[in-house]
């Protein structure tokens, strides 16, 4: 998939609205549409990368900012006690919107167990 095709750039573009909860240069921060928990944003970095399996060692400062940013922002928005980060990625990874991106999920109660074990 293109840029031009990318939802996730198509927000960062403006062209789809977005409630936003941070901007700059490089990042884009927004509620996910579809939020699992009290607190659920995302963060995308605003260059089009497919996939964490995509990245390299020219990513490693976007990569950083994100994880830096996860906190602060993770507490402004409601979960000071802390947060679930999850970057789903490929097929098998489940990733649905192929634009690298970093859900931040929270709140005041503690989230469910993670995945179950294969039986």
Known sequence: MSAQDCVFCKIVRG????????????????????????????LVPKKHIPSLAEVDESHREI???ILVLAHRLAREQG????????VN???VGRQDVPHLHVHIIGGNNPLPGMIQKAK
């Open 79 to 86: 979960s000071p006690d802390g947060f679930r980060t999850i």
């Open 63 to 65: 990569l950083g900012k």
């Open 15 to 42: 062209e789809i609205p977005s409630r936003k909860v941070y901007e700059d240069e490089d990042v884009l921060g927004f509620h996910d549409i579809h939020p699992v928990a009290p607190v659920h944003f995302m």
């Open 89 to 91: 990625t490929g097929r």
